[in-house]
């Protein structure tokens, strides 16, 4: 059974950094690209970083760019996101997901999901 759990989330504000994990449990995440999205409020779930299977490449949404990346610990079959430069456009849901296509990725959709992390960026 495919298991995801993310934490890390909370408030900060504008300016600062948050790492969120996502640990994983019940497939080798080393065979699965993974992706973290964000659902922020008045919007549909977007993607915001993808990673590939093995290594491959990233791609990040450009309203990320430069801000935040995305990582794998194989080993500990867990994945990171590094968030830096948060800004209050930044806030909300954020949620860790497996087996996600490029296509997928961009309309917002994944395979498996976990629960979400709340992230609040606020002076």
């Known amino acids: 059974q495919v298991q995801l759990a993310e934490s890390g989330g909370g408030s900060v504000q504008p300016g600062g950094s948050l790492n969120l994990t996502c640990a994983a449990s019940?497939?080798?995440?080393?065979?699965?690209?993974m992706a973290w999205f964000r659902q922020v409020p008045g919007k549909e779930r977007e993607g915001v970083a993808l990673?590939?299977?093995?290594?491959?490449?990233?791609i990040y949404a450009d309203f990320v760019k430069g801000r935040f990346t995305i990582s794998r610990d194989y080993a500990k079959n867990t994945m990171y996101l590094q968030m830096n430069n948060l800004n209050p456009d930044d806030t909300g849901m954020y949620f860790c997901a497996a087996r996600v296509s490029f296509s997928d990725w961009k309309s917002g959709k994944a395979n498996y999901w976990g629960q979400g992390t709340q992230v609040t960026v606020s002076s």
């Open positions: 990673t590939y299977a093995g290594g491959g490449r990233t």
């Open positions: 019940g497939f080798t995440s080393s065979s699965a690209s």
